[in-house]
């Protein structure tokens, strides 16, 4: 587990299966707390001893980012918020919210973005103020989530919104996929000074049994292939300068998911 401080708010990272991970998030002034993607109810629940839980925020409707939820809710009274558009696939759901929607917590406003790709009612979290944003299966450190309910063209709109937040952006992103991820974009990069960085830093990390998560918005723009599909030396590798970005994004996306 570890918790990082961000503007009055805490995060801690709690790793559960392989390679999943919840958030919860507290109010460092008010003691208020949210829970983001509970894969299972009982690492939250034993982290919380007993406190009282405001929020659950689900990014979209996969079992492994909403399976907690009803125990949590029925032990520690969340409200649990998540796309409108997967209302019926979201367990224990209270308020299905959309893009440009806001929610209070604690003071913060989390503002929603619509991000579809993973799935089609896909929503990221952003607390503007606080720099945080909770990207669930939409962008990963290194990478990004496979395409299987919107399109390739949707999903690169979905990335291209993240791109545009503030390079200091936090990003908790709901897998831990680095070191596949860095590999893959070696194949694709392999000249990126700030992706060998980033390799080296994934590689001390995992060895320490630390999580990759969070990564900066302005890694991501640096050394992530995924949300550089408009750089010269990408597109000359695989031989599309004159593709459309999402075009250029669809073929990466395609290879990722044939990559050993």
Not at 217 to 234: C, G, K, Y
Request: aromatic share 6%.
């Amino acid at each position: 587990m570890i918790a990082e401080k961000c503007n009055e708010l805490s995060v801690q990272v709690l790793p559960v299966l392989d390679d999943n991970y919840i958030f919860l998030i507290e109010d460092m002034r008010t003691g208020a707390l949210a829970v983001v993607d509970p894969t299972e109810a009982s690492p939250v629940l034993e982290m919380l001893d007993g406190r009282r839980v405001d929020l659950i925020l689900n990014t979209h409707h996969h079992w492994d980012h909403v399976s907690g939820n009803t125990e949590i809710k029925r032990k520690a009274g969340a409200r649990v918020i998540g796309p409108a558009a997967e209302a019926d696939d979201i367990p224990g759901l209270d308020q299905g919210v959309v893009g440009g929607d806001t929610i209070a917590f604690a003071g913060h406003i989390v503002r929603v973005i619509d991000v579809p790709g993973n799935t089609i009612g896909h929503i990221a979290f952003w607390f503007k103020e606080a720099g945080l944003l909770f990207s669930g299966d939409t962008i990963f450190h290194l990478g990004c989530g496979r395409v299987q309910e919107a399109t390739p063209a949707q999903m690169w709109t979905s990335i291209d919104k993240l791109r545009s937040l503030p390079p200091e952006t936090l990003i908790y992103s709901s897998h831990e996929y680095a070191a596949k991820n860095a590999r893959f974009a070696l194949t694709i990069d392999p000249d990126n000074a700030d992706l060998l960085k980033q390799i080296k830093l994934i590689k001390e990390k995992r060895n320490a049994g630390m999580p990759t998560v969070p990564s900066t918005l302005a890694t991501e723009l640096a050394a992530n292939p995924f949300l550089r599909v408009d750089q010269d030396s990408i597109r000359q590798r695989l031989d599309c300068k004159e593709s459309a970005n999402w075009e250029v994004f669809a073929q990466l996306r395609r290879m990722k998911d044939a990559f050993q």
